[in-house]
């Protein structure tokens, strides 16, 4: 079984930075890809950013500019570097990850979740 941890939310001044971290861990064969969604009360979890096997990377284009996501495959690792952070960029952030954990056995996975609040 895979699990993916995240790490790293908390409360920041607009223009702050924060640095997300999520970690997967259990019996991983191979990753696809991992990413970062965001959602917010009330509504659907939508795209921050991802990363593929290939070192592929995607954005939603209000975070373009401004946030980085990066990996350790040493680690089973995929990292947020969020700068410039705005108020509307408070949301609860989660973790995904393609993962197999056998040739043929792969699962959609989601961390728990870490808040990100941006307030003065």
């Known amino acids: 079984q895979v699990q993916l941890v995240e790490s790293g939310g908390g409360l920041v001044q607009p223009g702050g930075s924060l640095r997300l971290s999520c970690a997967a861990s259990?019996?991983?064969?191979?990753?696809?890809?991992m990413g970062w969604y965001r959602q917010a009360p009330g509504k659907g979890r939508e795209l921050v950013a991802t990363?593929?096997?290939?070192?592929?990377?995607g954005y939603a284009d209000s975070v373009k500019g401004r946030f980085t996501i990066s990996r350790d495959n040493a680690k089973n690792s995929v990292y947020l570097q969020m700068n410039s952070l705005k108020p509307e960029d408070t949301d609860v952030y989660y973790c995904?990850?393609?993962?197999?954990?056998?040739?043929?056995?792969?699962?959609?996975?989601w961390g728990q979740g870490t808040q990100v609040t941006v307030s003065s």
């Open positions: 259990g019996s991983i064969f191979r990753i696809v890809a």
């Open positions: 990363i593929n096997a290939g070192g592929g990377l």
């Open positions: 995904n990850g393609k993962i197999y954990s056998s040739p043929t056995e792969w699962a959609d996975l």
